[in-house]
């Protein structure tokens, strides 16, 4: 869930334009200009253009910070509040949040998701969470999914993560049902490949979408879907409980949630054994590289199934080649704090690196915190800032397989 923010909204936008109305696209501020430096609110976590991912970012860095025990800055927080629209969703960035929603807004169920998650953690936003939770109802698909922007076909990534919004916030998601009477779960699970498919080191994992009829393994939805299938959210505790992950049980296959779950992490534990760590094809090339964005996804799904051993070898690549991915970006750091503490490691001496300090320093001091600390440069590596914003456009105009691509680059992959 990071560099996510720019990837999956731009590609929301390349299926937009494809073939929904040009009002629908209106609301959304256009880049600015790559010699103009973007302007970024005090409140806000990190230096980079946050057009499409500064709700999700501020609510990674949020969440992280929160669940190390540091007391974000009272600005960092009202700024997320700031950004609800009225109906109680939130889009990926408001320039003017004092301007009221309209019609053209282009809302994003992933900010929403990741925002309800973290104002539920830092606890006093009670009414802000339900008219989230309440939002993101309002949009379920017929199937029980959930699409990034509302309206599209449900995809594997969106739906887990609301599902793991609405859990954290309370609700039951088998018994969140659309009109036409599908739950969230029924909206999630026809995603997985089952026990037919091929090759069989697939079995377990879950797709974005289908592509031509066929579902093919995508590890950034296969982590989500691992976090959904067993009703939890990105904060995962720490727990006591550490066996081997197991593939997908066939012949009979998942036959709820929770099974699901735990094949989608027998999917991941084997897919990190060779490396230490996820690959994905970017685009303008042509073989797989690491993937450091969904390996740490797939550390925090792991540790939540209660599989840390499995996920210790991705945890240890983790420590010694995250630096340049996470450089600067709040959503980065905050996720790999968020696999430092699920697997019980400590984020403040993380391969060398202090990834609290780091976090805070992309932002507004936190409470209680000496505010002469230098800051972090901000000018992130690979995937971060404006630079990176071009070609994800050019690739995010390929359907169904190459939007899948994007999101799994950590779709939230980059910088968020």
Not at 195 to 200: D, F, G, H, I, Q
Not at 322 to 342: C, D, F, I, R
């Given at each position: 869930m990071n560099v996510r923010r720019s990837a999956a909204a731009l590609a929301a936008s390349a299926v937009l334009c494809v073939g929904a109305a040009p009002a629908a696209l209106a609301d959304t501020t256009p880049p600015a200009s790559p010699s103009a430096p973007p302007v970024i609110p005090s409140g806000l976590y990190g230096k980079s253009d946050p057009t499409y991912d500064g709700v999700?970012?501020?609510?990674?860095?949020?969440?992280?910070?929160?669940?190390?025990?540091?007391?974000?800055?009272?600005?960092?927080?009202?700024?997320?509040?700031?950004?609800?629209?009225?109906?109680?969703?939130?889009?990926?960035?408001?320039?003017?949040?004092?301007?009221?929603?309209?019609?053209?807004?282009?809302?994003?169920?992933?900010?929403?998701?990741?925002?309800?998650?973290?104002?539920?953690?830092?606890?006093g936003k009670d009414e802000a969470v339900k008219k989230g939770v309440d939002w993101l109802k309002s949009v379920q698909n017929e199937d029980g999914g959930w699409s990034f922007v509302p309206g599209s076909p449900s995809e594997a990534n969106s739906t887990a993560l609301v599902i793991s919004a609405l859990a954290v916030a309370g609700e039951k998601p088998a018994e969140v049902k659309s009109k036409a009477g599908k739950s969230a779960y029924e909206g999630l699970l026809?995603?997985?490949?089952?026990?037919?498919?091929?090759?069989?080191?697939?079995?377990?994992?879950?797709?974005?979408?289908?592509?031509?009829?066929?579902?093919?393994?995508?590890?950034?939805?296969?982590?989500?879907?691992?976090?959904?299938?067993?009703?939890?959210?990105?904060?995962?505790?720490?727990?006591?409980?550490?066996?081997?992950?197991?593939?997908?049980?066939?012949?009979?296959?998942?036959?709820?949630?929770?099974?699901?779950?735990?094949?989608?992490?027998?999917?991941l534990a084997e897919a990190l054994k060779k490396d230490g760590h996820l690959t994905a094809v970017t685009p303008g090339q042509v073989l797989p590289t690491p993937d450091t964005g969904n390996t740490a996804d797939a550390v925090i799904a792991l540790a939540a199934a209660g599989h840390k051993q499995s996920a210790a070898g991705a945890l240890e690549w983790l420590k010694g080649?995250?630096?340049?991915?996470?450089?600067?970006?709040?959503?980065?750091?905050?996720?790999?704090?968020?696999?430092?503490?699920?697997?019980?490691?400590?984020?403040?001496?993380?391969?060398?690196?202090d990834l609290v300090s780091e976090l805070n320093a992309t932002g507004p001091a936190p409470q209680g915190a000496d505010t002469s600390a230098t800051e972090v440069d901000s000018d992130s590596g690979k995937g971060s800032g404006n630079q990176n914003v071009w070609w994800m456009i050019g690739a995010g105009a390929a359907a169904g397989v190459g939007i899948g691509i994007l999101l799994s680059g950590r779709r939230k992959k980059n910088q968020l």
């Open positions: 999700w970012r501020q609510s990674f860095a949020l969440l992280a910070q929160h669940t190390v025990g540091v007391k974000p800055a009272q600005q960092a927080v009202d700024w997320l509040v700031g950004q609800q629209c009225a109906n109680g969703g939130f889009a990926s960035f408001r320039a003017d949040a004092g301007a009221a929603c309209e019609a053209t807004t282009m809302f994003d169920t992933n900010a929403t998701a990741a925002a309800v998650q973290a104002l539920k953690a830092l606890g026809p995603f997985q490949l089952g026990c037919t498919a091929e090759p069989a080191s697939d079995r377990g994992a879950f797709a974005y979408q289908p592509v031509d009829g066929k579902l093919i393994a995508n590890g950034d939805a296969t982590a989500a879907a691992v976090l959904a299938g067993l009703g939890r959210g990105s904060a995962v505790v720490p727990s006591g409980t550490d066996t081997p992950a197991a593939p997908l049980a066939c012949p009979a296959g998942a036959t709820d949630p929770a099974s699901a779950a735990q094949g989608a992490a027998g999917y080649n995250s630096a340049p991915w996470a450089k600067g970006s709040p959503a980065a750091l905050g996720t790999l704090v968020l696999a430092a503490h699920a697997t019980g490691t400590d984020p403040k001496s993380f391969g060398g690196a």
